[in-house]
């Protein structure tokens, strides 16, 4: 996705500069018929708008995923608290339970 | 703070590790992250890897990391012989190091002998009189110790230095709380909601607190409290949602009689139990008719 993605937004970029450079050039016809400049032709606002639609969609799909902002979201909503571990204390019921003998850090 | 996400990552990884899936790393990582306490299973995976030259030279620096990890998990575990070889690793790496410091007084705290770790937390307290982590075991040593009021005297004393440390203003919540000082305990949860507006389990300890507390005009701030748990949850915190239900039958009891004025509008009451109602009907049918009774008493629904 990120590879079409990109390519999209290449395609875009070219067709923003083609336009750049037919307007150049339809006013370099105008100033040849010597007629006032009112507005770029058609063509030209056509390749804009496409090109407008490309650039949104490579801009929306290249960065990545968008992410919730909801508070209550499964990616925000809090469940639990973490456990305070600075200020852990060990005479608990792990001294009852004694752990697996053969478990040995090997030096 | 651990998202609902996130809880499900962990325990999708701990399932994994435990039936021999291999990522192994990768679930260590996420309950140092999460800051989970698992000290069983984290001893049991961080040893494999620590045993396995091949894999422990393969993570680089974060080795020391894991070293330290399974050293408390040890203690927690109360393989006392376990984390002093690590903690000898440790301190062949480091030598002086505060943080290897900690960990033998922690595991003099562990073995019982408190007079010994209050000696080397001493001493590391002369050469950095600010480490934050060193008053905290103290204060926690304190704890252990069944000395309560010597630990809410050391953790007030801490906090007027170190006024944005959450995790002391919670623990002294907590204490707070065990000793029935409620009016106190309520301060330092509206602490922890000024530090944290958005963490909707704060806002449900504060409500439950004033709630403990009783009086009309506690009972509707308990009731507001509640009622924002409920919105940053999404209406998934059941506690929350029972915690809405007490408070205003608590409210529409002392109510009784009075003009309308202080009366409840029944509009949230009967929408809480809806929602009540219909959850259990989605995740636990079984229980449902225990359910209705419980809120027809409270006379909630009819």
Not at chain 1, 51 to 60: D, H, K, P, T, Y
Not at chain 1, 102 to 107: A, E, M, P, Q, T
Not at chain 2, 1 to 7: D, I, K, Q, T
Not at chain 2, 97 to 112: D, I, N, Q
């Given at each position: ?43 030209v ?56 003998a ?6 | ?7 499900a ?68 575990c109360?393989?006392?012989d ?14 002086g ?16 002998a ?7 937390y ?18 926690a ?64 300890a ?65 929408l ?31």
């Open positions: 996705m990120g590879g079409v993605g990109f390519a999209v937004g290449v395609l875009g970029g070219l067709l923003l500069a083609h336009a750049a450079y037919a307007t150049i050039q339809y006013r370099g016809m105008l100033k040849i018929v010597e007629e006032e400049f009112s507005g770029p032709p058609m063509n606002v056509v390749e804009l708008l496409v090109a407008l639609v490309l650039c949104i969609f490579s801009g929306l799909t290249v960065p990545g995923k968008f992410l919730s902002i909801l508070p209550d979201s499964d990616d925000n909503r809090v469940v639990s608290l973490p456990a305070n571990l600075d200020f852990m204390i060990f005479n608990h019921r792990g001294r009852v339970f004694p752990s697996n053969d478990l040995k850090l090997k030096i | 703070m651990v998202g609902a996400a996130e809880e990552q962990l325990n999708r990884l701990e399932t994994q590790v435990d039936n021999g899936g291999g990522g192994a790393w990768e679930y260590l990582c996420h309950v140092r992250k999460l800051k989970a306490r698992r000290p069983d299973k984290v001893l049991k995976h961080g040893l494999s890897i620590l045993n396995n030259a091949k894999a422990r030279s393969n993570l680089g620096a974060e080795e020391w990391t894991l070293y330290e990890q399974v050293a408390i998990a040890a203690m927690d109360q393989r006392l376990i984390a002093k070889d690590c903690i000898s690793v440790l301190s062949k790496k480091f030598p190091s505060t943080r290897v410091g900690r960990l033998e007084g922690m595991l003099f705290e562990a073995s019982g408190w007079a010994d770790a209050e000696r080397a001493e001493r590391l307290l002369q050469d950095s009189p600010h480490d934050q982590v060193i008053q905290k075991r103290k204060i040593m304190a704890k252990a110790l069944g000395n309560i009021a010597a630990a809410v005297e050391y953790l007030n004393k801490y906090l007027e230095i170190f006024m944005a440390d959450q995790d002391a203003w919670r623990e002294l919540a907590e204490i707070y709380v065990s000793l029935q000082m409620y009016k106190q305990a309520a301060f330092c949860y509206e602490e922890l909601i000024l530090c944290q507006p958005t963490d909707p389990l704060y806002h449900l504060y409500a439950e607190v004033l709630y403990t507390m009783g009086g009309l005009e506690n009972l509707q701030t308990a009731k507001k409290y509640y009622a924002s748990a409920i919105n940053f949850t999404g209406g998934k915190n059941t506690r929350a949602l029972y915690g809405l239900c007490l408070c205003s039958s608590a409210i529409n009891q002392i109510t009784k009689g009075r003009n309308k004025e202080d009366k409840e509008s029944p509009d949230l009451q009967s809480v139990a809806e929602a009540l109602v219909k959850d259990y009907k989605k995740k636990a049918p079984a229980k449902l008719p225990l359910v209705t009774n419980t809120l027809k008493s409270m006379k909630l629904i009819s």
